[in-house]
């Protein structure tokens, strides 16, 4: 019979949405199952939230306190959908009563935090993922099965950006994630941090960094309402504003462990452009670009090519790649959203289930919180910084 | 308190599988969702697959005769994911059974069956949908919105793709797909009705065709598994073979009523092309492009935009297109096969909750039927043939 | 010591000027040069036209009547770029004084025109190329050479089009191009015939055609310029309006003497499609795709590519592709229509100097009149209509 | 009459072809011409190749020795096509003898050396350009116009690439590009300084840089043909390899004056990049995106577009673009390398002929030395760099 384990939801927003579908879906995915994700209880501290989100998301129970969860003792997984400022002190009681968590990103908002998250887990042996689920698409695993049989050679070097333009606007209102005490970070840990993730995922750890952070627009107008509209709701100019208290633009240079040198650009500010991450990566026997806007698809250049037919080869994920059998029968069915959540709690719950490794985990989250510190660091030092990278 | 509705799945694989996702994941999109739905029973001839299907989708009970869902009082819903020749007698007994009933492209395989599909919902006022899903896609919403807006002014002519490249190797497996008895006809019905939908849906009903079928590859290998794997599995060239009686390449040219001319291709011979759904629509105030392999994006051009600026925007939908509230909060998050499946879910759960008029249904299922028999017959005759159509 | 080779250019339009930069370009790209070109005389019945082609141009000589130049000894070549209905008697005289013939496209108003100019040119045993250039892009030379060395298989089916927007304003003025007595036909001879010439080299001899043609716009304003704008210059829409007599929409579906099935589609009234030549072919082993707006590429997939890593491959022409050594040592520097003329006019010469076939030349030209000529019929008559093969 | 002016042509390989095309091709293109341009004499050290110079780009002189041309006070202009170690003797000399200087890039092989060659127009009064071609392409010359309207409001932020793969394979031979002597630089001479031209041009004059510069591949088999290959003839791997002593790969981060943040990367080594000059510019009202590989087109997205219908815009540049009446009279005609050529020069001769300025001229190709020379450093010191900034 098939194993069923009990999820406690912390937080009712878009996350929350995100993770549920992915709950219910994955077993018909996945079949058999690894287990089946029972609902248990979604926590929210807005009461209104909290009982719509048991509604909306079909949990058996709402509540408003996260500890209700904690500590409950039939619950195996915590999922944290949280602002960054709530991860660590949640996380850091549910591996104490040894649930095993799933994390929205960024971790945490300091490495020191990040660090005692991560040693906490291994004492308490349990299971983890954060919840970088951009490298779970098909075509970002095909890259990575590339890579790693060397079919592109040694990687010499690569960029990768992450430009969207929900907050260009002036008057897009001050959620928090323009607000440092919540986020930690702007920019940079809202999405710069899917790069990095992707970047270490594929080229490898970083060594040292060099980053260049800006705050183009320094004061936003308080929003009248909670939940977060990630600036689709342009405030009317005349209400009050309140200091940005964190970067809108970063960008920065990285030099890996294994000699690639690369650049990251993220930005939420790049008119046009909506969810644009893209990699492109060289190595000594060909390359790799991907756009995630296009993302049923991966272009690679084999350098083995003969000279006249030789070029970028656009490669429609299906059955034939990574996840095929699981996903839909004919490629470009397509791959939205909902697919790399799927792929991302499998995973997760194989790990719990069958106790295998899981990845991103609560080391590699740390790890680029690590890589954030640096960065941070070398925006204001205007140096290179050495990345600290922690044992496993 | 949420309604609640019943549905009998009939059928279990993978179209089992995208309803499934849909029918769970459809009210956390939609909140507050018309209706919630039970998966009560799925139906497979197969004892086998229907007892998978159960555990697999998430269903309370299975059954191997599809006699015992229609016949059950409980159920609201039936939903009819066989193959092509099995949907006549099932919607038949299912609408006498007042069920509202989903059924999966084509409709049936002849007009005269699907003329009295249509006849019965009106007589036992059931709602109806056909599984014509891509016009579901929010670019394709969007391109209805500008249509009907006047914003291209009058359509004068336009071009439709569906290209895929799953059959073109002659080792491909004899799927029931190539097999006129079960399937009717062969890519025609596949998969070029889903451009007849969506070129009937934003340029208008059509007036008279001209067609060409062939069929390419004569004669394929048996497979020797019952599930259709859409020739992803290739065969050894040894394996006994037998005819293939359908069409596998079918081109033809459309006459619509209001004066726009227009060509539809469909193969799933097209090496490289894997679910090349295209359309291009010419107006007298503009034109829109749209690829179903990047379906995060619509491109439009204006008229009336001055001409050193004038050219196709390439618009990414997200909150500010159709449905937009409901999908996800950042445009090019990422819209795949479920995000389709989903929205053509809560339209027609809607259509029975609150009787409004769903789309495509019976009568549009209909009359692609008709569609489809005058370019068979035109494939005959290799003349215009005038396309039927029914006073609704 | 290189041979020259006098050219007499009769029109001093647009086209006069592509060829002339060919006629001075040619041997730098070409070296050594099969002879250099000397421009010796411009005629245009306007003689301001004509006295300017001079010195624009850079011809030695100037005229009014191109009797002059045809009976001039000294002329080896006659340069037809006026509009279409002067060809014949131009090209006959041409002929029959010996001269070898370059002719702008479509080479005449009348496939009885075509056959008779065509004839001559056996009689009188000169060299004839006729003005389809966009053949002579690398991209699409790259194709021949896939296509000939069976690295697509055989062909199954095809689309071309060619789609501009310069008529689509009502206010377009009424350039020769809408007059049936100077263009002979509309859309399908000025750009049309550019995609059967293609599809022709390409696929094969055509066969049967099953055409729609229509005219949207049926009267423009007068223009009170001579020289043809091409719609750029928009009229006021107060000034006189006269009939458009010739077809502005153009689509037809091709059956090939080698069983290859297709369709090209042509329009000057396709809002932000400015020279939108594309073709896509599919083969039994592979496929390709062009499109000169983005011309340094092709796109081609091969079947035999494993299916993890099959793809279209995205190959930018530079000097490991056909004429690569002539043109640019770097991919991509560019090939604009400077360089499509320039391989032209090298063939052309080079056909002449060496006696070597040329191509398209009259035989081809006189083809391609026929096939519009089935096309017209077709169109009348809505049924398909046999096209006429010369023998070579 | 129109002006006439002699050019000296020193060097007689790819650029010289270039410029001669462009030297017999401008005045038909631009009527009437500020001058024409008599090609008088070519030279190159290698005598067979002045010869073949001679011949094949149709001078009326050739000669080993460019002091016959520099001292010749017949020669107006003085156009430098060799190797980058000799640009600044040559032009030194030039310029004494008030010849006017048309110079391949880079401009010199140090800052110092530009210097003094800027400060000796100044004090000779003569005009010069410096061949960045690309800049000329009328789809950037279209965003420097959007950009010095305001279209795009104030620029926030940027990246640049150029990517080629002509060096990728470590047996391309040892061009002159490869040796430090004779280029002065590597990828960053060569072809980042075409980026740097482009950035400065549209964004503004750089202040600091921060740089990263590697050799990838240490030593290359010796070429035993003189004319550079660019790499396409690879060798065989048992060629005695000599050192390479320039960078192949570089990327650096810019801070400009007027606070704008950019990237630009450039390398030989990127497999299936052949001329990839991109660069993508946000600023508070729009972003523009421009790809050479597709240069007829650039993309521009204006903030002001309602939401529903804001997109990148992909305009192709056409008649009412930028020098449109001057080239193609209609879009996607096609732009080259010819047409880039063309129009640099006729700025050229338009400048000396009507005493107006030219641009990029030697201040401009000056300053791109100094800020070379400050990438240089920065890759050496790891650090920021201020760039200096002549007074013009």
Redesign the interface.
Known sequence: M?KQLNVGMIGAG?MA??H??AY??M???F??APA?INKKIIVDSNELLAK?GK????FELWSTDWRDVVNDSDIDIVDICVPNNLHYEIAMEAIKAKKHVFCEKPMAISSAEAIEMYEATKQYNVKTMVAYNYRKTPAVL?AKK?IEAGD?GEI??F?G?Y??D?S??PNAPLSWRFDKKISGTGVLGDIGTHVVDIIRYLVGEFDEV?A?M?T?IKERPIQEFSA???G?HIMDSSVEKRPVTVDD?C?F?I?CKNGA???I?A?R????????ITF?I??????I?FD??????I?????N?P??????????T????PYGSNL?????????????KIIECYEFINGIVNDKPTSPNFFDGCQIELICEAIIKSSQT???EKVQVLSQ
């Open positions: 098939t878009f949405k995100a549920s579908v219910v879906s077993p018909m995915f079949y058999p089946k719509e509604e909306k998301f079909d095909l590339f592109i010499l070097d960029r950006t430009l969207q929900w260009a606007d060099n260049h800006e183009y977060d509209k990630l689709m633009y960008n240079s030099k040198f690369g650049t650009e930005t500010n790049a008119w046009g452009r909506k969810n644009y492109e060289h190595g000594t026997k060909g390359s670009y995630y806007e296009n993302r049923d698809k272009q690679v250049c084999f350098a090519d000279a006249d037919r030789r070029g970028f080869r656009t490669i429609i299906g059955p034939d790649h839909w029968p004919i490629p470009a069915l397509g791959i939205g959203y909902t697919e790399t205007s140096q290179w």
